[in-house]
């Protein structure tokens, strides 16, 4: 199995909408990919704390994938591309890992 866990810090204000929104529109949008990307095993999205602190970024994705190809699959399935595009106008700043476990 892989685990492929992603995190973003998004502007303050994105697209007409303000950090807080901008976030449940990523956690919906991602979490909504379970229902189109078959070859997902689980996928969750956390939201940091408000009350934490500002240099924390602010999503993180907890997603498994069977194998590494079953990732490269999600990553250019024309669905996750979507939200990967809002993300893209949203976001400051991206991190990512891929591990075996």
Not at 46 to 56: F, R, T
């Amino acid at each position: 199995m892989i685990k492929h866990l992603v995190l973003f810090k998004l502007a303050d204000q994105a697209e007409g909408k303000s950090k807080s929104e901008n976030a449940l529109i990523i956690k919906k949008d991602l979490e909504a990919l379970k229902d189109k990307v078959s070859v997902i095993k689980k996928i969750k999205v956390y939201i940091n704390d408000y009350k934490a602190v500002s240099s924390n970024y602010d999503i993180i994705l907890d997603s498994e994938f069977k194998s590494i190809e079953d990732v490269k699959i999600y990553v250019d399935h024309p669905d996750h591309l979507i939200v990967a595009a809002y993300i893209a106008k949203v976001r400051t700043d991206r991190a990512a890992i891929d591990y075996e476990y």
